[in-house]
């Protein structure tokens, strides 16, 4: 019995001009089985067929996907012999071929006789004639178009005088035509159908020529509905060489269209077969498992020391040879040493894959080294009888190369041996390797002495050194920072410190400039409001409360002007009011202002009477204070312009809570700074750098450095500030 396709030609037939052939032609058999059947017998080359097998061949047909063409043929002696055919599909049928001679017009003629379809090979009287040259000598019998159901198989069986044989065939199930693109960037694979029809795709791991197992649950079957789209995008995690795509119609058990674009390209990206693969140890094997077979994938397993995270040092004549059994590859480790530094290094494509699977239970014997002056000494433990071996070698990124004799000891089971291995004349960086080597394992444990295991130690130490030179540095440029705020910086003349507001972050930061000022620069500050005792023990003399506002002003102003010294009005956004108030109060000119600062100054004798009726009052009320001290002071600075003698005077204001155009057009030549901002700029304006005959350069500081204390004052000014200052004032500090 033989099996055919559908893919045959129909054989050649001799020329139709050296014969005349009779047709017999049933174009319907039987309407009451509504069969469509045809059948036709006409003569043909005996060579049109192989003799050695059964001259029946089924094939598709060419328009009808429901129904197959059978092609029979006979040779003279069995049409003779009335010779039978069976077609079984959705029903049998029985085909009997007779010859007819006939003298009529050639036609050919069929009929069902008890349950048989006869079929006339009509025979005409010219092919046997005497000089005829007839090379004819076989018939061939077509069935044009047998039912058949799809997966159903149809059975053909010939019987005749000289042969009896049978051919199977099953129409194969349909598949739906695509067409995909891979993209490798994302990982996905995009399929575009050609069908009309809905269809189903999805993406597998081909184990086998007939098996497609899914590879995830990530996997899932995509549905491809034309209506809607053509196309749909498959996501894979690893582009492997088995990864194939199906796609088939969704009915029930249908033919699946198998494609794998990866099986016959080389291997591009190999990280994604170690990311797909998995390590597995057993008691005396180790077994590597990946997605697709392992005779597609050439991989090879040797044993490596690893020291740390980055470096496994591969050992010689230490592979690992692997039994192939589907998709996974079994490894015989039943004599390799299981120590947790001996790993398995997986090589495909010149890339690799390390593995640590032996645990520190797992091994009989341990060893450790002692590095003595031209001398190694191997120390080793081992719970059973074994001969152990030790050689010195020089470690590299590739190997730890041999170095020297092989030196070796017989331990006792449960007792400890040494083994001295000597330096002898190496300079490099000598290590030991030290193996069982009876009953024999595979891999050997490489030792290294500390100053070659942990060569980073030596750069941690130069690093803590490093640092801790660097922090002596820093502490010694912080206190001749320091010593140089004194030595460098001192402001030797008066500084009068007037407020302009009764705000208390305004007055604060008022009181910390000050503070600073005395502190950090040793200058004398006159302030009417901040620490009044002080002023006293600086000597200042009498203070505020005791002369009262006006008095205790002007006689600062005129001390501090003869000192050559330098008043500071801090101004504020209630200055710009008061200002106003003032100008309008003032408005009889410039000459009555000059005036009223000559009066007031000759009135300081009589004033001290009212000074004591007033005293309790200016103590608990700020305001009695500041506003007549601060609008004098304007008085004072309007006189000194007149004069052209305003260049003792210097508006301050701070950072956040005041803004240079809060100060009046009329004080556009007075300098103005802005603190801590400007910080650097008043200290020079204060004369700041000290400067004596006697003093040479090399005793204080270069320019750079004074510029860098400045720098550094100013940061300790801004600290006090930003802690003194509101939230929203801070806020805007900031900005």
Known sequence: MESRSCAWQRPNVGSLAAAVVAVLLLPTWLLSHGSTASFSCQRADENGYATAGCPVKIGCHQSNGKCV?????????????APTIEIASLRKEIVRPVIKYKRTKNKWHTKKNRGEIRVWCHESSQLHRPHSNNTLTSWELICDCAEAEVQLPVTVSYSAASIRCSVNYTIPDPVPKFSFSVNRASKSITIT????????????YKQSAHYCVQGSPHSNITTIDPAQSRSALLSIPYLLPCV??????????????????????????????????????YESSLIWSAECPARGLLIFASL?????????????????????????LIYNTSVVDKHPQMCVKFSLQGSHNISCPFQADMSSWHVYLEALPRILSVYLN????????????????????????????????????KIDVPLASITERPCVQVWQSYPALNGRRILCPRYARNRWSVQVVAALILLTMFAFLAIFVHSLTKKGATDCLYIQKPVLLVCSSEQSPHISAACALASLLRGDLSAT??????????????????????????????GQWEAV?????????????????????????????????????????????????????KKQVIQSKPSAVIEPVFVAALACLEGALLEHKGGGVAFVYFQGLCHSRDIPKAFRDV???????????LIRELGGLRRTKKTFWWHCWPRLISKAVSMWLVRQLARRLQTLLPPVQRTKAQR
């Open 382 to 417: 081992s719970s059973v009888p074994a001969t152990f071996s030790a050689q010195l070698c020089v470690l590299t990124d590739s190997e730890c190369a041999s170095r020297g004799p092989i030196f070796s000891v017989t331990a006792e089971a449960a007792s400890a041996s």
């Open 69 to 81: 063409t059978v092609t029979v043929w006979i040779k003279d002696e069995d049409l003779s012999q």
């Open 525 to 554: 500050v006159h302030v009417a409001l901040c620490a009044p005792s002080s002023q006293k023990q600086a000597g200042v003399g009498t203070g505020v409360a005791d002369l009262g506002p006006l008095p205790w002003l002007y």
């Open 561 to 613: 002007r003869k000192a050559q010294g330098k008043v500071l009005i801090v101004w504020s956004p209630e200055a710009k009011s008061t200002y106003g108030k003032w100008r309008q109060r003032t408005r009889r000119g410039k000459d009555e202002a000059e005036d009223e600062f000559k009066r007031n100054a000759g009135r300081w004798g009589k004033l001290k009477k009212d000074v004591e009726d």
């Open 244 to 281: 194939c795509i199906q796609v088939y119609y969704t009915h029930t058990d249908t033919l699946r269209k198998t494609v794998c674009p990866f099986q016959t390209i080389p291997l591009q990206d190999v990280e994604d077969v170690w990311l797909s693969s998995e390590v597995t140890l």
């Open 304 to 328: 490596c020391w690893r020291h740390h995270e980055h470096l496994c040092t591969p050992l010689l004549n230490s592979s690992l040879e692997g039994q192939e059994e589907g998709s996974t």
């Open 193 to 204: 159908v050609e069908s009309e029809d809905k269809v189903s795709a999805r993406w597998c």
């Open 671 to 681: 300098p103005r700074y802005c603190i801590p901002q400007d910080f650097s700029g």
